[in-house]
């Protein structure tokens, strides 16, 4: 199995940034591709970014492209997301979670095996 920890969440004004970072550990050899969600209070659990770990490519939501920047330490098991230009409603918690296979839907949550606990982001306006 695969476990996963997120840091770096916190209270940060609006137009400020902040860096989640997600350690992955166990069986880390079956991840093929790592990815965030975020679940703002009474909405579903949406789709942030993602990055294939074995080839580095990503792909964003349309609501963060351009302000956050997802990367990969495969030597350090670790995933981070840059959050630039952050606006209220990026307020959520964020969960980091990882894929065994790929030739799936990137952005669906089923296509993630495991899942963080969550780590929280709020911004001020």
């Known amino acids: 199995q695969v476990q996963l920890v997120e840091s770096g969440g916190g209270l940060v004004q609006a137009g400020g940034s902040l860096r989640l970072s997600c350690a992955a550990s166990g069986r880390t050899f079956i991840i093929y591709r790592m990815g965030w969600f975020r679940q703002a209070p009474g909405k579903e659990r949406e789709f942030v970014a993602t990055i294939s770990w074995s080839g580095g490519s990503t792909y964003y939501a349309d609501s963060v492209r351009g302000r956050f920047i997802i990367s990969g330490d495969n030597a350090k098991n670790t995933m981070y997301l840059q959050m630039n230009s952050l606006k209220p409603e990026d307020t959520a918690v964020y969960y980091c979670?990882?894929?065994?296979?790929?030739?799936?839907?990137?952005?669906?949550?089923?296509?993630?095996?495991?899942w963080g606990q969550g780590t929280q982001v709020t911004v001020s306006s």
């Open positions: 979670a990882a894929a065994r296979l790929g030739e799936r839907p990137v952005s669906s949550r089923p296509t993630y095996d495991y």
